[in-house]
């Protein structure tokens, strides 16, 4: 009779809804369009656009942006295949710019209003080998809540001739501060190849890896680029 009874409470007790764990590991794919406008003076604008979807969780973010850069002197080639992009040819560049990003994620949607400044130094140790330190600061707002970030990236990358044609693969790391919470809260970790085309396109394929203290903490990441090269004098 005591079994009667208590299945008979089992069943009548209230059932709490299972809360749908959020997945540790995720999945997403990054597809992003950059257009490179040379202009004279050393000058270069960038117009971008990206977005980025979950593969296997429900999450995707857009992302628009622009900036002008200057390039400081250029590299010694050293009988190098000279990069399309412009940038890479140069010890130093800097810039300035502002991104809007929407993010989707699960239903919660988020806009962020960001202002970025960059500064790259770049060192060419060997004719075909190129080592770039990216730093950057972003002021963000994050539905009008003020957010600071700052973001430091280095890229190791070597060049690889085949007759005319040039294919460059690459590792990345990089490092990203929260003012906010006084700590080095993410990190990434990149390998890629570039494939140029002639010296007006460049596409980029790369696999990262992600480490964030949100959900989920760590993503894998495929994504390609596309770079469009418009020139207006060297």
């Known amino acids: 009779m005591r079994y009667v009874t208590a299945s008979v409470v089992l069943l009548a007790a209230p059932h709490q809804p299972v809360q749908a764990q959020a997945p ?34 429900s999450y995707q973010q857009s992302i628009v942006g622009a900036g002008i850069g200057y390039r400081w002197k250029r590299l010694n080639t050293l009988g190098h295949i000279v990069n399309i992009n412009a940038d890479k040819e140069s010890r130093v560049t800097a810039g300035a710019g502002y991104e809007y990003l929407w993010t989707d994620q699960a239903g919660t949607t988020s806009a962020e209003d960001r202002i970025v400044v960059d500064v790259t130094p770049r060192f060419r140790p060997q004719r075909r080998l190129l ?9 963000r707002w994050v539905n009008g809540v003020s957010s600071t970030r700052f973001r430091t990236r280095v890229t190791v990358e070597r060049d690889i001739p085949v ?48 480490h964030t203290s949100s959900t989920p903490k760590y993503v894998n990441v495929l994504g390609v680029t596309l770079n469009i090269f418009l020139r207006n004098g060297l």
Request: aromatic share 20%; hydrophobic share 40%; net charge negative.
């Open 24 to 57: 540790a590991t995720g999945g997403q794919v990054w597809s992003t369009g950059n257009i490179w406008i040379t202009l004279p003076a050393r000058l270069r604008v960038l117009v971008t656009g990206e977005l980025n979807v979950g593969t296997d969780y």
């Open 163 to 210: 007759n005319n044609f040039r294919l460059t693969p690459y590792v990345s790391a990089e490092f990203f501060y929260n003012f906010a919470s006084s700590a080095w809260d993410e990190q990434q970790y990149a390998i890629g190849v570039e494939l140029p085309y002639r010296r007006n396109f460049m596409v980029q394929a790369y696999y990262l890896f992600q």
């Open 131 to 139: 080592l770039d330190f990216r730093n950057r600061a972003e002021f």
